[in-house]
Each structure stands twice: as structure tokens, then as C-alpha cells.
């Protein structure tokens, strides 16, 4: 009967210490010693899969033993077995190219404050005259707006808005500047001289890319096309040619 006794207990025992428990811990940058948020913690056993808070701490159900998978775009995935104490401190190593914080921008005049100058030298061209809109409401209907069509068949209206797209042109070509400069080109590169006006001028991004793309997108975007650039170095691409205004 006690032997009995014993073995079942002995069962209850090892169910207890096979059943699932909470597993804590945080994740940390190897590099900086920071900690990192937003990490997906996935036991492989289990299929469960959560993602540590902005404080950097997780919970999940698991067992001593098990193998927890750590993975966060920028930095190598990595497998960590549980230890029986249940309590983690987990470090993960960078795979991109992480900037410090550097006023390399601050040498060009920002794109949105130079437009700001060019609209007050140029204040007449978006006064009254640059209303696009020939239909306008009033308070007795609607009707044709006299400064809309002055602004599309006089001569100096059209001239006006042809000066607004130029201005328009020269702005988006700033913005690209503005993120697309040597300092940081060559920063991510490693390129000098004529071999990163070289890359500069045959990889150079478009708008879209420039205003959409986060950093690390637009760090890929440039480490990518360098390995392109790096099989015919001394090639350039030469700039489109303009159509004539």
C-alpha cells in the first residue's frame, strides 16, 4: 500500500514538472547593452509565438529545456534553450549598420525651408493668379473664377505656373540631396573621390524612395546597389537629358 502511496505521488510529481509554466525575461542589444522591444519569442516546441513589450520583457509558456527562437529585423535570430530557473537575459547581435546620431544634414539647407525662401521671392506666383480652380461656389451659386482664367490664357499666368513646376522640380530634387548626400553615402560605402561620385550619380534614388523608405530600407537600398557598383567600379551612368521648356 505504500509503495502504492509513493509511486503515485511520484507520478503527480513528475505531471507538475512537465506542465507548462511562465518563462520571463528581457532582450538586450549585444552591442549597445540596450534594450530592445518589439522581439518575437517563438517556442519551437510548442508553436507559440509573442512579441517582447516596449520595455523589453517577455512572458511565455514553456519547460526547462526548451528551445526559444529570438528574431527582429536588423539583428541575427537567435535559439536559446530554457534553464530550469526560468529566468532569461537574452542579447542580440546587430546585422545592419546602425548610425550614430550625427548632424550631417545640418550642411545643406533643409528642403522645406528653402522652399519657404522660394515662395517669398516669388510670392506673386502663389498669390491670387495661381488659383488652378476655374469653377468656383459663392454665396449665389457657382460660376467661373476670373482670376482662373486669366491664370490659363495670359501669358504672364502661364509663365507663372511653368515658374511653380520648376520651383516644384527643384524641391523634390533637394529632398533627394537632403538624404542622398556624400557624407552619408560615404559613410555607408566607404567610397571616396570619383569612385563615389560615381555611385552616387548611377544609383541615385528616386523620390518616392526617398520620402517612403526608413532608414534601414534606404541603408539596404544603398549596401545593395554597392555591390552592384563594386563589379565595374569605374563605370558611370550619365545623367537623363532634360526635354527643352
Known amino acids: 500500500m505504500r509503495i502504492g502511496l509513493l509511486f503515485f505521488f511520484c507520478l503527480l510529481a513528475l505531471q507538475g514538472f512537465s506542465q507548462d509554466k511562465p518563462v520571463g525575461g528581457i532582450v538586450f ?62 542579447y542580440l547581435r546587430q546585422s545592419s549598420i546602425m548610425l ?44 467661373i473664377g476670373i482670376d482662373a482664367i486669366y491664370n490659363a490664357l495670359s501669358r504672364s499666368g502661364r509663365n507663372a505656373a511653368h515658374l511653380r513646376d520648376i520651383i516644384e522640380r527643384d524641391y523634390r530634387q533637394d529632398v533627394i540631396d537632403y538624404r542622398f548626400n556624400k557624407a552619408f553615402v ?34 539596404t537600398y544603398i549596401k545593395s546597389n554597392l555591390k552592384r557598383f563594386m563589379r565595374y567600379p569605374n563605370t558611370v551612368s550619365l545623367p537623363p537629358l532634360k526635354a527643352q521648356e
Request: overall charge positive; charged content about 25%.
Open 100 to 143: 550614430k546620431d550625427v548632424n550631417i544634414r545640418d550642411t545643406l539647407m533643409n528642403p522645406q525651408r528653402k522652399l519657404a525662401l522660394r515662395h517669398q521671392e516669388y510670392s506673386k506666383i502663389y498669390g491670387v493668379a495661381s488659383d488652378k480652380d476655374i469653377l468656383t461656389v459663392g454665396p449665389t451659386g457657382a460660376g
Open 29 to 90: 542589444s549585444k552591442t549597445s547593452k540596450e534594450r530592445i522591444a518589439k522581439v518575437n519569442v517563438r517556442n519551437l516546441r510548442t508553436g507559440q509565438s509573442v512579441y517582447n513589450t516596449l520595455k523589453a520583457d517577455f512572458k511565455i509558456s514553456a519547460q526547462p529545456g526548451d528551445q526559444l527562437v529570438f528574431s527582429k529585423q536588423g539583428y541575427y535570430t537567435d535559439t536559446i534553450k530554457v534553464p530550469t530557473d526560468f529566468d532569461m537575459a537574452v
Open 186 to 219: 560615404q559613410q555607408i560605402t566607404g567610397l571616396k573621390d570619383q569612385q563615389l561620385v560615381n555611385f552616387m550619380t548611377r544609383y541615385r534614388p528616386s523620390y518616392y524612395l526617398v520620402t517612403t523608405a526608413n532608414d534601414y530600407e534606404f541603408i
